[in-house]
C-alpha cells in the first residue's frame, strides 16, 4: 500500500491562475522520489498541499496509514538570525510544547547527524549557504519524519557542496528508512537522488512521465562517473524535453491574446 495517494489534484490560486491541471500519483513507503519540471509548473505548490499548508481546489490527498510525521526543507534556508543552530534546529518541536530541554536533544543529536556536531552555538551570519542549509535539513529531521518534502534545497550551493549534500541525504534516507519527495530543476540531481523521476509538463502542471530508474539505492561517487548514470540522466533530460514540447503545443492551442 503506498504512503500516500495524491488524487487528481488540481489547483487554481484565488484570481484564477490554474497553477496544477491534474496530479495522480502513488507515492511508496521508503521511496525516493523526484519532481522535475519547469519552472512555475506548480512543483512547490504540490508540496504545500502534500503538506498539508494548503488545499487544493479539487482532488485529495489520501495516506493510507494517517497522515505521517512531515519534515519540509524549504529552497531558503529560513533561519531565525537571533537565534543559535542548536535554537533553530528545536524551533518547530519547541513551537509544538515539547520541552526545552528535549527539543535541544532532538535537535542536538539531528545536528550531530547532518555533520554539524561543534557549530551548536554558532549564529546562521556566521555559517557558509551548506552549513545553513545542513541546519535546515536538520530542523526538519529533528522531528523524527517519515516522509521528507524538500523543495529545490540545494539550488544556491555551489556544484561540490551539493554533490557532497546529495549524498548525505542519501545516507539519511538509507538509514531512516525515509520517505522523500524532492524537487529540483536539475536532470543530474534527479537522476542521481532518486529511484523515481515524475515530470511535470509547464503550467497548469500535469504529469508527463515518469522515468524508474535502476541503479541501486544509496549511490556513489562511482555511479556518478558511470555510463548507465549517463543513460538515465538522458532518459530524465529527453522526458523534460518532451513535457516542455507538451506545454508549448498546449499554449499554442489555447492561444490567448492577453493583455496588450
Ligand atoms: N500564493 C500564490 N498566489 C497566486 N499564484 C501563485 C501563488 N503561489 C504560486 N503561484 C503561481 O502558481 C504557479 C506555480 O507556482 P509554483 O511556485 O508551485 O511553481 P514551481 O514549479 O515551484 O516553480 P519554480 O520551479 O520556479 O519554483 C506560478 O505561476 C506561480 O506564479
Ligand atoms: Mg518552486
Not at 519552472?39 to 498541499?49: E, F, M, N, P, V
Not at 494548503?54 to 526543507?73: C, L, Q, T
Not at 518547530?92 to 550531530?112: K, T
Not at 500535469?206 to 556518478?224: C, Q
Request: charged residues 25%; positive net charge.
Amino acid at each position: 500500500m503506498p504512503l500516500l495517494t495524491l488524487h487528481r489534484i488540481a489547483k487554481t490560486y484565488d484570481g484564477g491562475l490554474a497553477a496544477i491541471r491534474r496530479l495522480d500519483l502513488d507515492v511508496e513507503r521508503g521511496e525516493f522520489l523526484s519532481l522535475i519540471g519547469p519552472s512555475g509548473c506548480g512543483k512547490s505548490t504540490a508540496l504545500r498541499i502534500i503538506a498539508g499548508l494548503m488545499a487544493p481546489s479539487e482532488g485529495a490527498v489520501g495516506f493510507a496509514h494517517g497522515r505521517p510525521e512531515i519534515g519540509f526543507v524549504f529552497q531558503e534556508p529560513t533561519l531565525m538570525p537571533w537565534r543559535d543552530v542548536l535554537g533553530n534546529a528545536a524551533l518547530p518541536l519547541s513551537l509544538r510544547g515539547v520541552s526545552r530541554s528535549e527539543a535541544e536533544r532532538r535537535a542536538g543529536e539531528a545536528l550531530r547527524r547532518v555533520g554539524l556536531a561543534g557549530f551548536e552555538h554558532s549564529y546562521p551570519r556566521a555559517l557558509s549557504g551548506g552549513m545553513k542549509m545542513r541546519v535546515s535539513i536538520a530542523r526538519a529531521l529533528a522531528a523524527a519524519p517519515q516522509l521528507l518534502l524538500m523543495d529545490e534545497p540545494f539550488a544556491a550551493l555551489d556544484e561540490l557542496t551539493r554533490q557532497q549534500l546529495n549524498d548525505d541525504l542519501l545516507k539519511l534516507w538509507r538509514e531512516d528508512g525515509l520517505t522523500v519527495i524532492f524537487v529540483t530543476h536539475s536532470v543530474f540531481e534527479s537522476t542521481y537522488l532518486s529511484q523515481r523521476v515524475v515530470v511535470m509538463t509547464p503550467r497548469p502542471g500535469r504529469i508527463f512521465d515518469e522515468i524508474r530508474l535502476k541503479a541501486p539505492p544509496g549511490r556513489t561517487e562511482s555511479y556518478r562517473l558511470s555510463a548507465e548514470f549517463s543513460a538515465d540522466a538522458a532518459k530524465v533530460s529527453q522526458a523534460l524535453k518532451l513535457a516542455m514540447q507538451e506545454g508549448v503545443e498546449t499554449a499554442h492551442h489555447n492561444r490567448n491574446p492577453g493583455p496588450v
